[in-house]
């Protein structure tokens, strides 16, 4: 089936730097990605969508100067998350929207990315 | 707006059969989708449905839905140990720019 490959799968860094967390989907092209945080126990929130070749919609409450995210390809959407802070820990995870000629709607997710800020 | 609602927990014995169910709000919906997540891990498609249909069958895994009630279930027949992980309805509308909503995921536990 379709894969979508997030890098890396974990990640620790210092507060106040920044971390890039790519999303690829292998074998498909992608219309729309998204990315989500989910952070203990708790369901996934969607962070921001972005289409390529166009600027990321962001959520209510998402600073989207913080989360910069970058679609420059159909198989490539990147999460960069700037000065990162402890609070910013948390584990990340992007989907793919399969672009395709039929009315398959199908999402892919990649396999997460644990951020651990110290 | 849009929300989609799941019951938090469930367990059941080994060899039973599980119902996850799963409300949603938007009358729009056009994809419903059951995610399943084992620990520190991303989601796995299951399985999804068109909101056209009202059952599909995929081994072990049927989707029911009723579109009047907005009601979609999981049934996992024999369930097993391996089966024992965070089970998400999701749902959206059928449009490239449609965010996909997500509940709050059903923990299934497996008892001996």
């Known amino acids: 089936g379709a894969v979508v490959s997030q890098h890396p799968s974990w990640v620790i860094c210092k507060s106040g730097t920044s971390v890039k967390i790519e999303c690829r989907s292998l074998?498909?092209?992608?219309?729309?990605m998204f990315w989500y945080r989910q952070f203990p126990k708790q369901s996934l929130m969607l962070m921001a969508t972005?289409?390529?070749?166009?600027?990321?919609?962001?959520e209510q409450g998402v600073e989207k100067d913080k989360f910069l995210i970058n679609h420059a390809s159909l198989t490539l959407s990147t999460l960069t998350v700037t000065s990162a802070h402890p609070e910013d820990s948390s584990f990340y995870i992007c989907?793919?929207?399969?672009?395709?000629?039929?009315?398959?709607?199908?999402?892919?997710f990649g396999e997460g990315s644990w951020l651990t800020v110290v | 707006g849009e929300d989609v609602e799941q019951s938090l927990f469930l367990s059941v014995r080994e060899g039973d059969s599980s119902v996850i169910n799963c409300t949603y709000t938007d009358s729009s919906s056009t994809y419903l989708y059951w995610y399943k997540q084992e620990p520190g891990a991303g989601l796995q498609l299951l399985t999804y449905?068109?909101?056209?249909?009202d059952m599909k069958q995929d081994q072990r895994l049927t989707v029911l839905l009723n579109k009047k009630d907005k009601h979609l279930s999981l049934r996992i027949a024999d369930t097993q140990t391996g089966d024992s992980a965070i089970y998400f309805c999701a749902e959206t509308a059928y449009s490239s720019a449609s965010k996909i909503i997500f509940g709050s995921g059903t923990r299934l536990s497996i008892r001996p």
């Open positions: 074998d498909f092209q992608a219309t729309t």
């Open positions: 972005s289409n390529e070749g166009s600027k990321a919609t962001y």
């Open positions: 989907s793919a929207r399969v672009r395709a000629r039929s009315l398959t709607n199908t999402i892919y």
């Open positions: 449905i068109f909101s056209n249909m």
